[in-house]
């Protein structure tokens, strides 16, 4: 049987939504993405959100905002996708990596703890997999350092929690992505929210270009509006063309979150005997299910992928340990020996379908395959 490693929920229903986006004279950010932005305030419970293009524009918008400079340095897991620290090197600042637990996969408070310098200006949790971090712990672990901020790379995790609370309510900013495959998707975007309305207000201007004003904005009431610029910023407002498909996921998101926990209960219940490594939910954690990683041996992981792909079963790898790639190990010299559990879980992750639709009969051909061209080469790697 082949089975699709995604398969988005949008239909054609959808363009309803775009269609009313195209009868009007704004086809950039206006008046449905101010709507969804207090959608998403109402969501998460904050003062302030932000539609972006990407989450890797946003965290350059919200970096900027910040004002991370050249020789600042950031705290980022290893284990993480190269965007958390992409964004960090395009500001010529640099990303101090750190590893991740072993049984979960997340940066701790004592790895923050330990990396921080004198030149550090921000940190950037991962909530992996849809699983959050201890944000309590960690801004404890930085009580004494009122000069670092926290940003929370939120995107695999909009309708995670951690003990009752959400991305975005022990950070200075939480940013979130709608990429393709992303719980929440429009194809390409993000949000930030804060609590902070001071930062709020300055990365609407570094989200569009550092200017005072949108398109929508200067042409308010029916008269034209100069706009000026004080800050330097990047492109990265949402039209909204794209925002128009956020407004029904959002509201309906936490009732596909039950899908997402059956499915991946599923594969736990189905991979624990068989010695396939799996992360590790802590208590008090609602993972948002995003994807469903396993891990085998990296000496086996690239056959194992392709016994998968034989049997007709789609499979991605996420993510290879970022100061493994070429760019940061000829930049900074790392070695597989300074990132240990990193260095492991990128070599030997295989992430597995799942998504709200999935049926029964095509996760148990993604199990029979497991059991059948993979678990055999665990024994020849022992």
């Known amino acids: 049987m082949k089975v699709d490693f995604y398969r988005h929920g949008l239909s054609p229903k959808e363009a309803d939504s775009v269609g009313a986006v195209l009868s009007s004279p704004i086809l950039t950010s206006g008046s449905v993405g101010k709507k969804v932005e207090a959608q998403l305030c109402g969501f998460f419970g904050t003062s302030d959100a932000l539609l972006v293009n990407s989450w890797t524009n946003g965290a350059l918008a919200v970096l900027l905002a910040l004002g991370v400079r050249p020789g600042d340095e950031v705290i980022v897991p290893a284990m993480t996708f190269i965007a958390t620290a992409n964004v960090v090197e395009l500001l010529d600042a640099k990303p101090v990596f750190v590893d991740v637990d072993p049984d979960t ?134 039209p909204d063309l794209l925002a128009a498909l956020l407004p029904n996921q959002i509201s309906t998101i936490r009732e596909r979150l039950p899908q997402r926990q059956a499915l991946a209960n599923y594969y736990r219940d189905a991979f624990k005997d068989m010695g396939i490594r799996m992360a590790k939910i802590e208590a008090g954690v609602v993972s948002a299910e995003w994807f469903f990683p396993i891990h085998v041996p990296p000496a086996v992981r690239d056959t194992g992928i392709v016994a998968l792909n034989s049997r007709g079963i789609n499979v991605a790898v996420n993510f290879p340990s970022v100061p493994t790639l070429s760019y940061y190990r000829q930049k900074y010299g790392y070695k597989a020996s300074d990132f240990p559990v990193s260095y492991d879980w990128g070599g030997g992750t295989i992430s597995v379908p799942l998504f709200p639709g999935l049926r029964r009969e095509e996760q148990d051909a993604v199990i029979n395959a497991v059991r059948t061209g993979v678990v055999p080469l665990l024994q020849g790697a022992a």
């Not at 701790?108 to 849809?130: C, D, E, K, M």
């Not at 926290?150 to 991305?167: K, L, N, Q, T, V």
């Not at 207000?201 to 570094?206: A, F, G, I, L, S």
């Not at 929508?216 to 910023?233: C, F, P, Q, S, V």
């Open 105 to 238: 996969l997340l940066v701790t408070p004592q790895a923050i703890a330990a990396a921080l310098t004198r030149r550090t200006r921000a940190v950037i949790p991962v909530h992996s997999y849809g699983q959050m971090c201890d944000m309590i712990g960690i801004r404890k672990a930085l009580s004494h350092r009122t000069d670092v901020y926290i940003i929370e790379d939120a995107a695999h995790c909009f309708e995670g929690s951690r003990d009752g609370y959400a991305p975005g309510t022990h950070s200075d900013a939480a940013i979130f992505s709608f990429y393709a495959t992303k719980n929440i998707t429009c194809g390409e975007g993000g949000a930030v929210v804060t609590n902070r309305s001071e930062l709020a207000e300055t990365v609407r201007k570094t989200r569009l270009h550092g200017m005072s004003a949108g398109a929508a904005d200067r042409y308010k009431n029916g008269t034209y509006r100069h706009w000026d610029m004080e800050i330097l910023g990047v492109k990265a407002n949402l």
